[in-house]
């Protein structure tokens, strides 16, 4: 029986080896997926970013245990930063995951960041695959929130949920961009903490500056109204914020309802489709380079692309005419 | 395989709290180039096991010092066995009498490590335990 047979039959020590083969990229890892691609596309993927120590893994962890009080089976892919000197990591998120040992309903797998340049996301985007055809049906992949590899991984998800907490910056920083554009909603955590009101108050006005939500407002004293054209609104997402204290699992049951809601937004939108489309053909575009890379590597000898590489270099040839004469090479 | 890593879960089975340790090793081990999976405190012999066969570890490192290895140690063996991870090496750190070593290491721990083993020590026995 192949690894992938053994994955859709539930044993969780061939899911485990896939995923250590995907990660790795190997061959077999990716006959296992193309087996097992056939199966996905029924996961619900939530994507869970926010700056480190805001309490994403606890978040992730009551979660979790409110989905399998739905009978939901969950998995949950936790990456955390690869060092760039050494390549090791410490991947601590189980440690607030203890909740969840025990459960067969649960599967969590740590993931370094490995550094590599768009790689992180192929891997994940492969890793969640495995578990969509696995038949888990909510996928949380927690990541932490700073820079492309993130905001890549994010585009994975259905729902991205961006997760703040008291302290960490004034509406500068909430309107830096990036991070809370990709927000499907946003979690204050850690609700308890002071300065609860000054973040909720940044991300409502950095809403607002992205999505007119307010028809009346008051500048200098005076009201003022905003002509809305009300169609527009009825289709429209507006992230919503809700406040969490995880470690005490206040705010939980709104924030999956929430999560339930956005989902059910994007099936009536056909947003879902649109996002699961976006999502297959960058992958396919992926591999695809990946693919005309190698071909054309196997085409052109060495020399003559070290030789035109030296001419580039000394500023004989642009890259793009040396693209130019790569191509007509191959193709003469 | 060039990138192939060297996964190693770090945990703390038992009831003593002291962590220090295991977080110095975990350390050591990133800095060597390992991606180690911390666990934490008080994880049961079922918790790592669990945590060993999602995360397909190579190897598992645990850190005891209550003094009860020889009751954990042979129960860990025993769920990585029953859950085919029959190739999984396991060390063991911390305070280990030394007339317990020969029959830790008779249950197939791979190493122990007492107080003032050098982390130099413990990255080259791994790797040298999984090659």
Known sequence: MSLADSVLNGDRLALARVLTQIENDTPDGRAALDLLFP????????????????????????????????????AIVAVDP????????????????????????VFIRSMAS????????????????????????????????AGQSEVDIARLAHTTLVVEAPGLGDD?????????????ILVVNKADRPGVENTEKALKSMLELAHPTQRVYSHHGKYMSVALPIEANTD????????????????????????SKHAEHLRISGDWAARERARLESEMETALQEKLMSQFRERVPQVRYDEIMRQVFERNLSPGEAVKLLTNGRTK | MSDKKIRV??????????????????RALRDAGMEVIYTGLRQTPEM???????????????????????????????????????????????????????????????????????????????REAIK
């Open chain 1, 82 to 105: 690869s060092s760039p000197f050494t390549g090791g990591a410490v991947l601590g998120d189980r440690v607030r995951m203890k909740d969840l040992s025990g459960d067969n309903g």
């Open chain 1, 236 to 259: 429209m997402w507006i992230p919503p914020i809700v406040k969490t204290i995880a470690t005490e699992g206040n705010g939980i049951p709104e924030l999956a309802e929430q999560i």
């Open chain 1, 39 to 74: 199966r996905t596309g029924k996961a619900h993927l939530i994507g869970v970013t926010g700056a480190p120590g805001t309490g994403k893994s606890s978040l992730v962890n009551r979660l979790a245990l409110h989905f399998r009080t739905q009978n939901k089976r969950v």
């Open chain 1, 172 to 184: 500068i920083q909430a309107i830096k961009a990036g991070i809370l554009e990709i927000a499907d």
């Open chain 2, 9 to 26: 879960l770090v945990a703390k089975p038992g009831l003593d709290g002291h962590d220090r340790g295991a977080k110095v090793v975990a």
């Open chain 2, 48 to 126: 790592i096991a669990e945590a060993a066969l999602q995360e397909d570890v190579d190897v598992v490192g645990l850190s005891i010092l209550s003094g009860a290895h020889m009751a954990l140690a042979p129960r860990i063996m025993e769920l990585l066995k029953a859950n085919g991870q029959t190739h999984v090496k396991v060390f063991i750190g911390g305070i280990v009498p030394d007339e317990d070593i020969p029959r830790l290491m008779e249950m197939g721990i791979s190493g122990v490590y007492g107080p003032g083993a050098s982390t130099e020590d413990i990255v080259k026995d791994i």
């Open chain 1, 114 to 145: 490995r550094g590599s340049l768009g790689g992180l996301a192929q891997a994940t985007a492969g890793m969640v695959q495995v578990f969509d055809a696995a038949g888990y049906d909510v996928i949380m992949i927690e990541t932490v929130g």
